[in-house]
């Protein structure tokens, strides 16, 4: 079965930067259309960065300029290298696929958390 391990999370002060690792099994990863997503306290989840398995990249006006998704198929593994955060930033944050159909499984997420 899918299984998602998110990593990297931390305390960071504003203007600082963490990067963020997922560990993916039980897929075939490489042809994948991923993103990571966030949920900041009583709000909803929202995805703010996505990958297609070609490559191509988009990101949420939010985090456009600051964040960046990357990934390595070898590995099965994705990243997002979070740069200039701010305190808005804080929330937990989750990799999964980009799908029309709701995701049933997620993981257990990586919390970040953004000091003024």
């Known amino acids: 079965q899918v299984q998602l391990v998110e990593s990297g999370g931390g305390l960071v002060q504003a203007g600082g930067s963490l990067r963020l690792s997922c560990a993916a099994s039980g897929m075939i990863f490489s042809i994948n259309f991923m993103g990571w997503y966030r949920q900041a306290p009583g709000k909803q989840r929202e995805l703010v960065a996505t990958?297609?398995?070609?490559?191509?990249?988009h990101y949420a006006d939010s985090v456009k300029g600051r964040f960046t998704i990357s990934r390595d198929n070898a590995k099965n593994t994705m990243y997002l290298q979070m740069n200039s955060l701010k305190r808005e930033d804080t929330a937990v944050y989750y990799c999964?696929?980009?799908?029309?159909?709701?995701?049933?499984?997620w993981g257990q997420g990586t919390q970040v958390t953004v000091s003024s």
């Open positions: 999964n696929r980009v799908s029309s159909y709701p995701n049933t499984y």
């Open positions: 990958m297609t398995s070609d490559g191509n990249t």
